[in-house]
């Protein structure tokens, strides 16, 4: 019951619905996240450690890097965050989903935009 309470607790929380819609379609750095949100770097990280407790996301380290991702392990979860994730629509957040991309184009040092590059790379 307690793990269903910090589920709950996670998902009460417009921000951390946010945060989940974003990570949704890709993994993100909490670069990435703080600049779509346009929110402070600790708000952000203390919002990504409520979900992270509650186990709907996880985290991927890649060199120094640390990637946020939907936790799909757990079936309860996968079905639950699916919904969610159908519910919000990319024009609720379509203020963040700009912001990411500016952020994105302006800073190209990023290891998400170099993996992608890689990946378009080995394609050719």
């Known amino acids: 019951m307690k793990n269903l309470c910090k589920i709950f607790h996670a998902l009460s929380d417009e921000t951390r619905l946010k945060i989940i819609k974003l990570i949704?379609?890709?993994?993100?750095?909490?670069?990435?996240?703080?600049?779509?949100?346009?929110?402070?770097q600790p708000k952000v990280s203390f919002h990504l450690s409520v979900l992270k407790e509650a186990k709907l996301v996880k985290t991927i380290?890649?060199?120094?890097w640390i990637f946020y991702r939907i936790n799909d392990s757990e079936l309860f979860n996968r079905f639950l965050l699916l919904s969610i994730v159908e519910k919000i629509?990319?024009?609720?957040?379509?203020?963040?989903?700009?912001?990411?991309?500016k952020f994105k184009i302006q800073k190209p040092f990023l290891p998400s935009k170099k993996l992608e590059e890689q990946k378009n790379e080995r394609k050719v």
């Open 89 to 101: 629509s990319h024009e609720e957040i379509k203020e963040e989903l700009e912001r990411l991309e």
């Open 61 to 64: 380290k890649k060199g120094k």
């Open 24 to 40: 949704s379609t890709e993994e993100l750095c909490v670069c990435e996240i703080i600049a779509a949100l346009n929110m402070v």
